[in-house]
């Protein structure tokens, strides 16, 4: 028991950092991964968070995680909406009020988080 609560914390504390970028650096940003950052903290942050987590307040638990996706899935979905192909009642709306240029932005946004990922058979335990 004592084995599988240790790997329990531990699989929580790493996947609470899981989506943490550092962009608090602006200079080390290209042009356009600050304009998708601007993109993204205006129009996605409400529901998919700025780190592409959706855990903000209000949420529902089938909005997904953007953070860890590819840059053309990104585009190729936000587009999808924009044109109708897929339908969504806030997704297809909101992929209307943006640019082209702001598809590829924020998703090179997202798709530049980089993502944490744990093993848990990189953790040795004990038993006692």
Same mark, same amino acid.
């Given at each position: 028991?004592?084995?599988?609560?240790?790997?329990?914390?531990?699989?929580?504390?790493?996947?609470?950092?899981?989506?943490?970028?550092?962009?608090?650096?602006?200079?080390?940003?290209?042009?356009?991964?600050?304009?998708?950052?601007? @993109?993204?903290?205006?129009?996605?942050?409400?529901?998919?968070?700025?780190?592409?987590?959706?855990?903000?307040?209000?949420?529902?638990?089938?909005?997904?995680?953007?953070?860890?996706?590819?840059?053309?899935?990104?585009?190729?979905?936000?587009?999808?909406?924009?044109?109708?192909?897929?339908?969504?009642?806030?997704?297809?709306?909101?992929?209307?009020?943006?640019?082209?240029?702001?598809? @590829?932005?924020?998703?090179?946004?997202?798709?530049?988080?980089?993502? @944490?990922?744990?093993?848990?058979?990189?953790?040795?335990?004990?038993?006692?």
């Amino acid at each position: 028991m004592k084995k599988y609560l240790v790997i329990f914390f531990t699989f929580l504390y790493f996947t609470a950092f899981a989506a943490d970028i550092d962009a608090s650096n602006e200079a080390n940003l290209s042009e356009v991964l600050k304009a998708g950052k601007e @993109k993204a903290a205006t129009v996605c942050s409400a529901c998919h968070g700025l780190n592409g987590k959706a855990d903000s307040g209000g949420n529902s638990p089938n909005v997904p995680n953007l953070f860890g996706q590819k840059r053309g899935y990104l585009e190729a979905k936000l587009s999808e909406y924009k044109s109708g192909k897929l339908q969504h009642a806030q997704m297809t709306l909101i992929a209307q009020m943006i640019t082209e240029e702001d598809i @590829k932005n924020v998703s090179l946004w997202y798709a530049s988080i980089k993502v @944490k990922v744990f093993d848990p058979n990189q953790i040795l335990v004990t038993a006692d």
